[in-house]
């Protein structure tokens, strides 16, 4: 029985969206799995952005090492992988319809070569029989990033995809009769929808203002915090600084990544498909009915359209993802008690203490039947 793990963590130091907590989830995660669970520091691969020393975490990077990681699993083996950083959303392309939630959800690597929702089903659908890959992420949307996975714990209820042809299809009539107000007031919300940003969200803020902000707890203690969402406009923003290109075209981001990309970016890209992502997997039957749900436990920091935060602690310096704290803290508190925790314990008990904290995120777990109530990871 073998048990090896890929943790990633990035804080993007000396952006516009830098974070806090994200290396620091890595490293609370390594010391969970080797005390707890009982792997071994030299079978722990570690992608952090603020040692130049480690691996970096570039999409490249972060591909290769979770698809070394599938393939070295046989059956009896756990697998693990973690994820703390930015997530975004990206809208369908010219003439696309995108997936079942009508975004294809990502997470963003230090250079900005996003990884896509199906990228990551297709490397689930290559877990060996037997094998068992839990992933965690500690982003925003990630309650979408493996598409088409069984939704166990949530509420990121996905549209039909005809209802998503119908909404794109609306979305290119012409203007109906609301007054030009309203017309104009709709134009904006569908653009904010586009970036990711909930009706919920922007009542609290939603984009750029809602970055950062302040919060006090009952206990007194001052939290100064950040989302771990990244709009749209930001994410083009970041990229044009990155790769020096200032004529990148947002409604043809995905023909901007191969070109800046190139071998590194979509086989689905490289194949003249539409698409985006930067992993050479084999997806093999990834497609077939059934091939995807009997694989993967995806434990998420939020649903579809939510955000996942990042905590600074103001008084001990202390930081952290919200998420990745409820984790640990409950693991802790299990071992304390010496007793297993399931699946669908770890991520129930997640969301009543991230709602005491007064967090709005909602955790989920997406996996099949049969993994809901095993234990978390072995």
Known sequence: MGKKAVLIGINYPGTAVELRGCVNDVRRMQKCLIELYGFANEDITILIDTDKSCIQPTGK?????????????????????????????????IGELGDSTGFDECITPCDMNLIKDHEFREMVASVKEGCQLTIISDSCHSGGLIEEVKEQIGESHVKPMKEVKEHIEESHVKPPKLGIASYLLSIVMDFLGTCGISKSQRNRGGGQESFSGEIELESHETFDIKTRYLP???????????????????????????????????????????????????????????????????????????????????????????????????????????????????????????????????????????????????
């Open 232 to 378: 749209f406009e930001s994410y083009v923003s970041l990229l044009k600084q990155q790769t020096g290109q200032t004529n990148i075209e947002p409604r043809r981001i995905r023909q901007t990544l191969l070109k800046l990309f190139g071998e590194d970016s979509s086989p689905s890209h490289q194949r003249g498909l539409s698409d985006l992502g930067n992993c050479e997997v084999n997806a093999g039957d990834s497609g077939a009915p059934g091939s995807i749900a009997d694989k993967g436990i995806l434990l998420s920091g939020c649903q579809t359209d939510q955000r996942s935060e990042d905590v600074y602690v103001t008084r001990t310096g202390k930081a952290y993802g919200a998420f990745s704290d409820a984790i640990q803290t409950i693991l802790s508190a299990a071992r304390d008690e010496k007793k297993k925790i399931t699946n669908k314990e770890l991520v129930m008990k997640a969301r009543v203490f991230l709602k005491q904290r007064g967090f709005s995120q909602r955790p989920g777990l997406y996996c099949h039947d049969r993994y809901v109530n095993k234990p978390f990871i072995c």
């Open 61 to 93: 990077n972060i591909c290769d090492e979770l698809t070394r990681l599938i393939a070295s699993g046989q059956s009896g083996d756990f697998l693990v992988f973690h994820y703390s950083g930015h997530g975004t959303r990206l809208p369908p392309g």
